[in-house]
């Protein structure tokens, strides 16, 4: 048999890491912003290749918290609390429900966006950076979800 506390308390060991490197990068980006606004296009255009990166490795570790999030902790979070869910659509009403996430609208925002980013950026670039700089005004309430999950999780992991 599974045993499903061992896999969450796994799964949010590797969520941890995820989320360290996300929180730095921000910290990097909310100095880099002191110094320029790279929201910009032509400013954008000029970073170096450093800062680029930064961006890049920013987005990388959103879409990793968020995805990981969705697909490794969600529904097994309710599993373990007893909340019989099927289906995605479940998960994430329940996962509302009990106040995760603020709203299945701002949890589907942020899924959308960051799609788009992965898939569009960056060849329409204006849009592009407004897209990133969404990504980074939210950093405070991905990183709710996240702390909310542990919260959660934490009335039924000994």
Do not use: T
């Amino acid at each position: 048999m599974i045993d499903k506390m061992a896999v969450l308390k796994s799964r949010f060991f590797k969520l941890e890491k995820h989320y360290i490197a996300l929180k730095e990068y921000e910290e990097l980006i909310q100095k880099l912003l002191k110094e320029k606004n790279i929201y910009e296009p032509f400013i954008f255009n000029i970073l170096k290749p450093q800062e680029r990166a930064i961006l890049d490795a920013y987005l990388k570790r959103f879409a990793s918290v968020q995805d990981f999030l969705g697909a490794k902790i969600f529904s097994l979070i309710l599993e373990i609390a007893g909340i019989p869910i099927s289906k995605m659509s479940e998960v994430l009403f329940y996962i509302e429900k009990e106040e995760i996430i603020d709203s299945l609208d701002n949890w589907i925002e942020l899924r959308e966006v960051r799609n788009e980013l992965e898939h569009d950026y960056p060849e329409e670039l204006a849009d592009a950076l407004k897209d990133l700089k969404f990504c980074i005004d939210n950093f405070y309430k991905l990183e709710s979800y996240y702390y909310n999950s542990l919260e959660f999780a934490k009335k039924y992991i000994s």
